[in-house]
Every structure is written in C-alpha cells, then in structure tokens.
C-alpha cells in the first residue's frame, strides 16, 4: 500500500516536467543525508527499549527515550546545519540548469527546516511502539496517513492549487505531523506498555 502510495506521487511529479523530476531526485539524495542519525538512532531504539520492555522495565524505558530522543535531536540540527551551508556547493556538483538547482535548494531547506523539528517524532520515536510489540498501530497509521495525507495533499497543492513540487513536498511534511501527533499520543496513553510478548 505504501509503495502504491510512492508510485503515485511519483507520477504527479513527472507531470510537472523534467526539470521537477531532476530536482525531486538531486533534493531526495540530499535530504537523506540529513537524516542520517536519525536512522541510525531508529534502530538503537528498538534495542534498547526492547531490551527494558524485556525485562519490564517501563521506568528505564521512558528514561532512555527521554535520552534517545534528544541525542536524535542533537545529532540530526547538527548534520542538518552543516548540510544546509554546504548545500549550494554540492549542487554545483550536479548538471543542473538554474530553474532546477533553485528548486531543489527550495526543497532541500524546506526539508531541513522540517526534519530537525518533526523527523525524529515521526520516525525514530514509534521505534518505541514497535520495540513493546504495539508495531501493528504504527504500521496502519503510517499507511493510512500516506495514503490519506501525503497522496491527496500532493494532489491538492502540487496540482490543482499550483505549487507543483513544492506543494508534494509540503504534502510530506503534512504526513510526517499527522503521524508524530498520533504517535506522541499512543505512547502518552500508555496502551504501548500492555502489548509485551511474554
């Protein structure tokens, strides 16, 4: 479902034309850069909490998200710092024509600004879900807000209302929010720490 999902908004994306299709491909290598602690952190995560869910810990567990969660932060502002000032320089590595490497530096520091704010609780932070067995929420909710959110809303703003690429990158953004919220929520209502296995 979630790669049907990619499939789409991919073809939305070859509508705007080749200059977009160069721009989402150079900004979404850039972007992963980014985010390279984060990722790093998701699977430390799922150790760690698994290990304190293991041994019916919670107090621990919440302890060491507490302490996951900010070494995420930290780690990810500073790659994401150093990336965006560099960022114009890596691009002239590419062959890019002006209208794409202005529109892939548009993407890139939107997705700078976002990620060091809404990345970690979207994506490191449910690893806490699924390392207490709760996996089956954070998979429905990820598919069903990318199917909901980041698909219609990358039709909405990159087509109808005009923001082309742009608007599909936002619509991502938009999907990150709607899961981080109902993330923060499912582990504040606790239903996490009644899903152990043994």
Known sequence: MFQFGKILV???IAAFGTYSIAANA???NLAQMQIIP???MSLAMVTVIGQCVGADDYKQAKYYVKKLM???YISMAAIIVVLVLITPEILNFYALSSRTKELAYQCIFLHAFVAAVVWPLSFTFPNVLRA???AKFTMIISALSMLIFRLCFSYILGQYM???L???WIA???DWVVRCIFFIWRYYNGKWMNRKLV
């Open 70 to 72: 900010k070494i995420t």
């Open 162 to 164: 005009s923001f082309g």
């Open 132 to 134: 207490a067995n709760d």
């Open 26 to 28: 150079v900004s979404n």
């Open 38 to 40: 984060g990722m790093a």
């Open 172 to 174: 991502m953004f938009i």
């Open 166 to 168: 742009i608007g599909v």
């Open 10 to 12: 991919q073809s939305l």
